[in-house]
């Protein structure tokens, strides 16, 4: 079984910065790509940022320039880091992973979710 658990959301104010972390654990062999996305009430998922297993990064337009994406492999963990923050980047952010469990078989799996309010 395998688990992504995200932590470092919360309220802040515009201009602030916030880090979220995703740690997976678990029967895991590999992780391949790694994103975040998030989601208001009423609209679609959307990627926010992406990192493959070699570093390569891929951004939101919105969020260029202001989120950076990184990943520690040795700790299984994702991260993203927020500056510059904004009103509408206030969604609920889920980090996804592209996983090889141990027993061999590939999927993706979905975090839990954690709140990003940016309001003054």
């Known amino acids: 079984q395998v688990q992504l658990v995200e932590s470092g959301g919360g309220l802040v104010q515009p201009g602030g910065s916030l880090r979220l972390s995703c740690a997976a654990s678990?029967?895991?062999?590999?992780?391949?790509?790694t994103g975040w996305y998030r989601q208001v009430p009423g609209k679609q998922r959307e990627l926010v940022a992406a990192?493959?297993?070699?570093?390569?990064?891929n951004y939101a337009d919105s969020v260029k320039g202001r989120f950076t994406i990184s990943r520690d492999n040795a700790k299984n963990t994702v991260y993203l880091q927020m500056n510059r923050l904004k009103p509408e980047d206030t969604a609920v952010y889920y980090c996804?992973?592209?996983?090889?469990?141990?027993?061999?078989?590939?999927?993706?799996?979905w975090g839990q979710g954690t709140q990003v309010t940016v309001s003054s």
């Open positions: 996804n992973a592209d996983i090889l469990t141990t027993a061999n078989i590939l999927s993706p799996y």
């Open positions: 678990g029967s895991i062999s590999s992780i391949y790509a």
């Open positions: 990192i493959t297993s070699g570093g390569s990064t």
